[in-house]
């Protein structure tokens, strides 16, 4: 089934609703102050009790040039000097949270996001790492996943052999679309030779895995055009695709008030880009992950879900989910055990936090029995697109279809719009109910109400 995709162009027109991507249940927007760095602490000392192994995720916020799309926490500067401060204080925390650290607990997945990382120079890239395996316990083996965020115009061989020296085996190049209207339009241009150059760094180095970002529905995009980005792409071969839907919220994200309304593309052409992309895509042997993620068939993501091992979490969909995660840097966020925390997302109180040796949690939440029940079924349901209650009844004490009565007439008419099926022993998504997963998911949503789906983008 999970190699089937149906475009139903009725169900997604009533089913494309906005809600999470549910990298987390609950998601970030339930968390609250009352969570800070005293809950951190406590959690990572139950971590280091199990010494269960971690994933880092580093944030780098800087960047020299505004893309008008991004809702990412960024600092736009050409001053490349204003990393100094902060890489001191990144340093610092790395210090604070290595002291709750087992030696044994093995850094699995490395991440480095932003922003764009590759801002820093390569001395500073070169500290950067030196301090973290100075106090965590990173792989030289290669065998853990140690990836970054690329701007092809912030990079070049040079920096390509650099972080392949340093460790990085998988890159994630950001691209959006090729066509210059377009990336005039978004203030973001890039050639196509600029991200060709990279994806070749990258395969004669040896790096394990290339990703490619592209985000339909920018102003002046048309299915033609875009289909022409996405051809081009194919011929680069990526490991995986990216395909975000462009969520225009400019009173959230300011930059996006720079985007003329009146180019944006209709409802009907966006779906008919992102129709055509799966059409593309899937011929060119790509299989549909999920949540808008595409994969070769030997890449570690398809062969996970095939295996039903495929994890999600703040990484996106990772088979390292059996990992604490811990968030580094301004706006990072930490998954350990039942706790989610996140550090201030401003760079000055960041900055000022650390400096003064308290870490810089700021807000979070601590999952209770309900949140679990529910993370651990919709978690099922975005990863495998199927879910067996019996194992949900054996591991958490349940009747299933009691403990989702008021879901289940929602859940009845699902299945007789053919989203799902659904009988006694669980729920099948259909082929064409793979792209709407995340209204499926939503059903089971304790905190989803209509002001909440204000704060999230559209489904397709």
């Keep these: 089934m999970l190699d089937d995709l149906r475009w139903d ?21 339930q968390f609250h102050t009352q969570v800070g760095a005293f809950d951190l602490l406590h959690a990572m000392r139950e971590s280091r009790k199990a010494v269960r192994p ?11 040039n505004i893309c008008y799309y991004c809702a990412c926490n960024k600092v736009i500067t050409k001053d490349r000097s204003r990393a100094h401060v902060y890489l001191q204080r990144l ?41 973290l395996r100075q106090h965590f316990t990173l792989l030289d083996d290669h065998s853990g996943d140690y990836g970054i965020e690329i701007d092809p115009r912030e990079a070049d061989w040079s920096t390509m052999g650099l972080l392949r020296e340093l460790g990085f085996n998988r890159v994630s190049l950001g691209v959006q679309d090729l066509d210059p209207l377009v990336q005039r339009a978004i203030n973001r241009l890039q050639s196509l030779e600029e991200t060709r150059a990279i994806v070749e760094a990258a ?10 970002d592209l985000i339909y529905g920018l102003p002046l995009q048309t299915p033609e055009g875009f289909a022409r980005t996405v051809d081009e792409v194919i011929a680069l071969q990526p490991d995986r695709l990216s395909v975000f839907n462009y969520a225009h919220l400019p ?27 799966i059409e593309q895509l899937t011929q060119a042997g790509y299989r549909y992950i999920g949540m808008d993620h595409f994969a070769l068939p030997d890449d570690d993501l398809a ?11 703040f990484q996106g969909y990772t088979t390292h989910g059996h990992c604490d995660l811990i968030g580094l840097g301004v706006s990072a966020i930490s998954q350990i055990g039942d706790l989610y925390a996140q550090n201030s997302n ?3 109180e960041y900055q000022n936090l650390i400096a003064s040796d308290q870490l810089a949690t700021k807000r979070g939440l601590i999952c209770n029995d309900d949140d679990r029940i529910r993370r651990a079924v919709i978690q099922q349901l975005i990863c495998h697109c199927s879910l067996d209650f019996a194992p949900i009844n054996d591991e958490f004490g349940i009747d299933f279809r009691g403990y989702f009565s008021e879901s289940w007439p929602r859940l009845l008419q699902m299945a007789k719009d053919g989203l799902i099926h659904l009988d006694s022993n669980g729920i099948r998504v259909t082929p064409a109910g793979r792209l709407l997963v995340r209204s499926i998911c939503m059903v089971f949503d304790a905190y989803m109400s209509v002001q909440n789906r204000q704060r999230f983008s559209r489904v397709i």
Excluded: W
């Design 91 to 131: 340093e610092q925390e790395i210090q604070m949270i290595a002291r709750h650290v087992d030696g044994r607990q093995v850094v699995e997945q490395l991440h480095f996001g932003g922003g764009t990382p590759t801002f820093l120079s390569h001395v500073e890239l070169r500290q950067l790492m030196a301090h």
């Design 9 to 29: 162009s009725e169900l997604i027109r009533r089913y494309d609703l906005t809600g999470p991507r549910y990298t987390s249940y609950p998601t970030a927007v």
């Design 303 to 313: 062969i996970a879900q095939e295996e039903g091992t495929l994890q999600r979490n």
């Design 346 to 348: 401003d760079l000055n």
């Design 203 to 212: 395969r004669t180095l040896q790096f394990r895995s290339v990703n490619i």
């Design 54 to 64: 971690l994933s880092l995720y580093v944030h780098v916020p800087f960047c020299a």
């Design 251 to 277: 009173e959230r994200f300011m930059p996006q008030r720079r985007i003329d309304t009146a180019q944006l593309p209709s409802a009907e052409h966006k779906l008919q880009i992102l129709q055509r992309t």
